[in-house]
């Protein structure tokens, strides 16, 4: 797998991480509440569960991605090149279901789905 295909899953991975961060740590706080549409305790608490949930979604897509990365570093690129490829696609997946579902995120759903979009054509292409 070309090394500039595995930085962008590399990015992707991060941001995904960041997305684990402000969903299931970070959630309660009201600095966070407007990011994901919330503007009150009660609103936050109501959605708490979900996104904790859904935090933990992305932690494992990242992880994914960082275990692919390990077995290429191992010598094991077919097996990480798929597992890389995989979590890029369900990433990019979960990108064009925020889209479709609210129009309003299409910001937050470019950020999603771009960069493994890029490692998955760049995977290709080279």
């Not at 992305?58 to 490829?85: K, Q, S, W």
């Amino acid at each position: 797998m070309p090394i500039l295909a595995q930085v962008t899953a590399f990015v992707a991975a991060l941001i995904h991480v960041g997305f684990f961060y402000l969903e299931s740590v970070a959630f309660t706080r009201p600095n966070v509440w407007p990011r994901f549409g919330l503007r009150s305790q009660d609103q936050a608490d109501t959605v708490r569960p979900m996104a904790f949930n859904q935090g933990f979604y992305n932690l494992f897509l990242a992880a994914g991605i960082l275990g692919g990365l390990v077995l290429i570093a191992t010598a094991h690129v077919p097996a990480g090149r798929a597992i890389i490829l995989f979590a890029c696609g369900c990433m990019v997946g979960a990108g064009v279901v925020l889209i479709v579902t609210d129009r309003a995120l299409v910001r937050a759903a470019l950020l999603q789905l771009v960069p493994p979009a890029l490692a998955i054509a760049l995977a290709y292409l080279f």
